[in-house]
């Protein structure tokens, strides 16, 4: 697809035309905050950290950058007063979840969220889902998925799966933004195959 | 059954059919709709079969079992045609009373309709206050059909529509035809019909699909149940006739698996049309195939949501996802999917049968046609109603839902259900129509509308519908997961006298953002309702939260002094 020329804050922008608005800045070496991309990873479009304000034809929306394509003419707006507030009530949300995980803390900071904002619920895990998408996109394996599903969606190892698997692999942690991948990854451990750390541990 | 090979097979087979009826002989027409099977009506209906087949042969009259008559509250509901006599809350022992007086030409007097206050009788279904401020084009075939049954269909003139779109229209002709009536989408958003199909259409690609969103999960909304579930070929025709003009060769209808009433008529229906020709290779001789599949969701509110529908009907997980891309572009595996619910599909014969300007006759400048409206709560008559577009609320509330009941007053009254909004009763005179009831803050929706009377707490019913909401969100997008969690938890508290300072803008604070920010209509529309509360009964929460501030610094007072 050729080239499109486009506006980000008031900066003219060409981008590959098959790209994403959040491809296209980043390439402008503009951020955009996210908590779910990766770039190994299918755009999920879940976190809406990315939201930005595009004006289109006259006619302005907010749309999430991970996946809105870019356009010729397009104009988009990676601040405003509307844009914060959605980001600062985001990551409220979260925090009421995780409320000391580094990155969430560090962009409270620059959102002026405020973390005691909303009831908590030390869940930790913000379902994110980059364990789960990188498991079954990256690695093939699908040991790591969602269950449930609205308030009490979770994520969850499948215990068959994670026996053969993960040992040797657990690579989704250091993509984790709460380590509560870890944690339920332990979880799995002590009920699918307890003692094997231990064992391992003795014959090192 | 022979199959037909051309509409003027079609035509001949009518005519038998008629030929073998004679349209003198009484026909009693027993309802069998969700609410009157619920009243056992299965039992009325083989009470009258009995009481036939006792006759014999020279009965000189016969029993049909339908769908949905409409009047709900007053089931089970028996009409006597070709008068069109009702009887109302029919229990099996008034069955021989019925027999009798019918072959006497007599009524049954203690069964027909009687006013609950000045007791003023209404013998014909033209008469019943609750059906006679109707114009019901779409559900009024409903007491004349037994949805088993494909002749009763085409003695109504079924199948009509699409010999004359298939064998004297272009595809195109169809397309502008729907275009021209302005037929809005029934489902929510009340998109236009005719662009929806024009972008499906002209989107690259040969396969194409449309789609028959038959899911109606919303609670309160049971119309479109009782149009498909009464008249199945209905549908089933619109939708070949969308095929045709869109170039689609496959169709998806996209049910309930939890309504075997529904999914046997449908698959009844399948079965029927193929065997006449009028689904399957080569349509009534045109050359134009389409086959149907019934696809059913997995029991979860969201797969009605048409990207996560049709992710269901893909085999995956009911997800949505983002609309960047229209589904009528890139919708089922990527391909030009078209999806109209129910009643959007229903209308489309009568557009083509008697042509867009008739239609446009009937409504208002932006919204045509009629609405079918799923009416309950706290009104004296429940049920499905079918009216102008255009009809004052009052009209539907008092003249066919009788007014409240007990003497008291309204309200509010609400539509769209969980993703709809609340309006005041001093706002009642507003008319059904898409734009202007979206104006107000409580868009048609699906077309549920619910009626509040003066004791209902407000509060209260933002949180249930939150509460329906959280359990049936999808649990993907933040703002719709957490966002709901939270602001269900604040309303919880002001429900239970626990109130803080600072709820109001919580509130807002959540509710924008969830309005603004989520993946999927579920979402974005979820912050609907408490829209409309805050906007009309701000005071009402402002007074319970007052009061659950108080209660708290009561409390303290109280304890510290002991």
């Known amino acids: ?204 | 059954m022979t199959r037909l090979n051309s509409a003027a097979e079609l035509e001949q087979l009518r005519a038998g059919i008629l030929s073998s009826r004679d349209p003198a002989k009484p026909c009693i027409a027993v309802c069998a709709g969700a609410a009157c099977h619920g009243l056992d009506s299965v039992r009325v209906a083989q009470a009258f079969q009995a009481e036939v087949a006792k006759l014999g042969p020279g009965a000189g009259l016969e029993v049909r079992v339908t769908g949905c008559h409409g009047y709900c509250e007053k089931g089970p509901n028996v009409v006597v045609d070709p008068e069109g006599i009702c009887y109302f809350e029919v229990k099996p022992e008034d069955v021989p009373e019925i027999i009798a007086c019918t072959l006497k030409k007599e009524v049954v007097e203690r069964l027909v309709y009687a006013h609950p206050d000045t007791g003023e009788r209404a013998v014909h279904i033209g008469e019943v206050p609750f059906y006679k401020h109707q114009m019901r084009l779409l559900i009024g075939d409903n007491t004349r059909i037994d949805p088993m049954r494909i002749d009763d269909y085409l003695a109504l003139g079924g199948y009509g529509a699409l010999a004359k779109a298939l064998f004297q229209m272009t595809p195109g002709q169809v397309l502008d035809e729907v275009k021209k009536a302005n037929l809005r989408g029934r489902g929510g958003g009340g998109f236009p019909a005719g662009l929806k199909w024009e972008t499906a259409k002209n989107a690259p690609g040969k396969d194409k699909y449309v789609i028959v969103n038959a899911h109606e999960g919303e609670p309160g909304a049971f119309m479109d149940r009782a149009l498909f579930t009464g008249n199945p070929h209905k549908v089933l025709e619109g939708l070949i006739i969308g095929a045709y003009a869109i170039g689609s060769h496959r169709g998806f209808i996209y049910t309930r698996h939890d309504s075997p009433q529904l999914i046997c008529h449908i698959e009844q229906a399948l079965a029927q049309a193929e065997e006449y020709g009028l689904l399957g290779e080569n349509i009534l001789g045109s050359g134009f195939d389409f086959r149907v599949e019934v696809h059913y969701d997995v029991g979860i509110f969201v797969s009605g949501e048409s990207s996560a529908l049709m992710r269901s009907i893909e085999g995956n997980p009911p997800e949505p996802r983002p609309k960047y891309i229209r589904t009528s572009v890139a919708g089922i595996w990527d391909r030009p999917s078209n999806l109209n619910n129910v009643e959007t599909w229903a209308n489309v014969p009568q557009i083509i049968s008697r042509g867009a300007d008739w239609y446009r006759g009937i409504g208002t400048e932006g919204s045509k046609g009629t609405k079918l409206v799923s009416l309950s709560g706290n009104v004296v008559n429940s049920g499905v109603v079918e009216v102008p577009m255009g009809t004052p609320l009052r009209t539907i509330v008092y003249d066919i839902g009788g007014g409240i009941p007990g003497g008291k007053a309204a309200k509010a009254v609400h539509f769209g259900g969980p993703m709809g909004g609340s309006i005041p009763a001093n706002l009642i005179d507003a008319p059904l129509d898409f734009d202007e009831l979206a104006k107000l803050g409580a868009p048609i929706g699906a077309g549920g509308l619910l009626v509040m009377d003066e004791d209902t707490d407000m509060v209260d019913v933002a949180r249930y519908f939150l509460e329906f909401l959280t359990n049936e969100s999808c649990g993907k997008c933040v703002p719709c997961r957490e966002g709901m969690r939270q602001t269900l938890k604040v309303l919880t508290n002001i429900t239970k006298g626990k109130g803080r300072e600072g709820d109001i803008a919580r509130l807002e604070d959540l509710n924008d953002v969830t309005g603004a920010a989520c993946l999927c209509a579920l979402g974005r529309t979820a912050s609907d309702p408490l829209k409309s509360m805050l906007r009309y009964f701000k005071v009402e929460y402002e007074t319970q939260i007052a009061r659950g501030s108080e209660g708290r610094s009561g409390n303290a007072a109280g304890s510290a002094a002991t």
Request: proline share 4%; glycine share 4%.
């Open chain 1, 1 to 204: 697809m050729s080239d499109v020329v486009m506006q980000i804050d008031g900066k003219e922008v060409k981008a590959g035309g098959d790209m994403t608005v959040l491809q296209a800045a980043r390439a402008a070496g503009i951020h955009i905050p996210t908590l779910c991309h990766h770039d190994k990873l299918e755009p999920f479009g879940a976190c809406r950290m990315c939201m930005v304000e595009v004006e289109t034809r006259g006619r302005m929306s907010y749309v999430v950058s991970c996946l809105y394509p870019v356009a010729k003419d397009l104009v988009v707006r990676t601040r405003s007063e509307r844009v914060d507030k959605i980001r600062r009530v985001i990551l409220e949300e979260l925090l009421a979840h995780a409320p000391n995980s580094p990155e969430l803390v560090e962009l409270a900071r620059e959102y002026r969220a405020d973390r005691d904002r909303f009831d908590k619920d030390p869940s930790f895990c913000i379902l994110c889902g980059l364990c789960v998408r990188y498991c079954a996109e990256v690695k093939q394996k699908n040991a790591v998925d969602f269950i449930e599903r609205g308030a009490l969606r979770e994520i969850s190892f499948i215990p068959e799966i994670a026996k053969k698997e993960c040992w040797e692999c657990q690579e989704c942690f250091a993509l984790c933004p709460t380590s509560y991948a870890q944690a339920a990854y332990f979880l799995t451990e002590a009920l699918a195959f307890p003692g094997r750390r231990k064992a391992s541990a003795q014959s090192a």
